[in-house]
C-alpha cells in the first residue's frame, strides 16, 4: 500500500514536471508555469509536496513566485524546475533543468550525474559510493559538484527525513537497504559549487504550534498544520490577507519559532547550476517512482 501511494505521487509529480516543462519558452511567466504544474499534480490527484520551485541560473533552488509575480523566462536561462506531489503523505519528488536555447554540457552533466547513481541505489551500497560516482561524473564533464546541497531520504508526510546523500564523495560508510526512499538530486556548475542564502524567503513549513496574539497569524499557522500538512507552502498560497499584513504575520510567526523559511539559495560565484532529480526505492532493480 505505502509502496503503491510512492509509484502513484512519482508518477503525477513526473507528469507534472513534464507538463510544466513544455511551458518553458522564452517570454514564458514563471508565475504562470508554476500555476500550470501546481494545478495539474491536483487534477492527476495528488496533492502538493512543497511549492513548486522555479530557480533560475545562479539560483540554485527554494525559489518560487511571488504574489502578482511578473518575471519572464529568457532564452538562455538554465530554468530549475522541481516538483513534488503526494499521496496519502508518500512523496515523490523530481526536478530537472530546461533551457529554452537547448540543453548544453551543464544540463547533460546533471543528467548523467543522476543517471549514474540512480544506477546504484541497491541494497548495501554505501552513501560515500553514491557521493562519489556523482562527484566522479561531474569531474569527467569538467564542472563541480555543489557541495552544499544535498539528496534526502523520503517518509511519510517527511521531506528530509534523516538521511542525506552528498553530491560529493564523503566518509559515509552507511549501506541503504532494500526499501529505504531516496530523492537523488545533483547539482552540478562551472563556478565554485557552493551556495548561500540570498534574499527573502517565499516558501515556508509549520514548525511548532505557538500561542500567537493577532487572529491572521493563528489562522496561517493552522493553515500551515492542517491544509499543507505540515509540509513546505508558499506565500503565494495564502489569500485574503493583504501582503503588507502578510508579510508581518509571517515574520512574527518565524520570530516565535512557529514556522521555519527557506531561503533562496545562490551559487557564490554567480554562475548558472544545473540539477536533475528523481525519487527511488533502494532495491536490487531500483525502482525510479517520478519516472514516466
Ligand atoms: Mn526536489
Ligand atoms: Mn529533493
Given at each position: ?147 552544499n546541497l544535498t539528496g534526502h531520504s523520503l517518509n511519510q508526510y517527511d521531506l528530509h527525513a534523516g538521511m542525506t ?12 537497504r532494500e526499501g529505504e526512499i531516496y530523492a537523488i538530486e545533483p547539482f552540478c556548475t562551472a563556478g565554485a559549487g ?67 523559511p527557506y531561503f533562496p539559495l545562490k551559487e557564490v560565484t554567480n554562475k548558472p547550476v544545473a540539477q536533475s532529480e ?15
Open positions: 500500500m505505502e509502496t503503491e501511494s510512492y509509484k502513484k505521487a512519482g508518477k503525477i509529480a513526473g507528469q507534472a514536471l513534464q507538463h510544466g516543462a513544455g511551458f518553458i519558452k522564452e517570454g514564458a511567466k514563471v508565475l504562470d508555469i508554476a500555476n500550470a504544474v501546481e494545478n495539474k499534480v491536483i487534477a492527476l490527484g495528488g496533492r502538493l509536496a512543497f511549492p513548486v520551485n522555479i530557480s533560475i541560473n545562479e539560483m540554485s533552488a527554494h525559489c518560487t513566485p511571488l504574489i502578482g509575480d511578473t518575471l519572464t523566462i529568457k532564452a538562455d536561462d538554465y530554468v530549475k524546475l522541481d516538483v513534488g506531489a503526494h499521496v496519502n503523505g508518500y512523496i515523490g519528488d523530481t526536478a530537472m533543468t530546461v533551457r529554452p536555447l537547448g540543453k548544453d554540457d551543464l544540463i547533460i552533466c546533471s543528467e548523467k550525474m543522476l543517471e549514474n547513481a540512480l544506477k546504484v541505489m541497491k541494497p548495501g551500497t554505501t552513501i560515500e559510493e553514491i557521493g562519489e560516482i556523482i562527484e566522479e561524473t561531474a569531474k569527467k564533464f569538467g564542472f563541480n559538484p555543489v557541495r546523500i552528498p553530491n560529493i564523495r564523503t566518509s559515509s560508510r552507511y549501506q541503504i557552493q551556495v548561500k542564502d540570498s534574499g527573502n524567503a517565499e516558501i515556508f513549513r509549520w514548525l511548532n504550534d505557538r500561542p500567537i496574539r493577532i487572529p491572521e497569524g493563528r489562522v496561517v499557522l493552522e493553515l500551515a498544520r492542517n491544509d499543507f500538512s505540515r509540509l513546505p507552502f508558499a506565500k503565494r498560497w495564502i489569500t485574503g490577507i493583504t501582503k503588507i499584513k502578510l508579510d508581518m504575520i509571517l515574520r512574527q510567526l518565524i520570530q516565535a519559532n512557529a514556522i521555519h528523481h525519487t527511488v526505492i533502494v532495491s536490487e532493480k531500483p525502482i525510479i517512482t517520478t519516472k514516466l
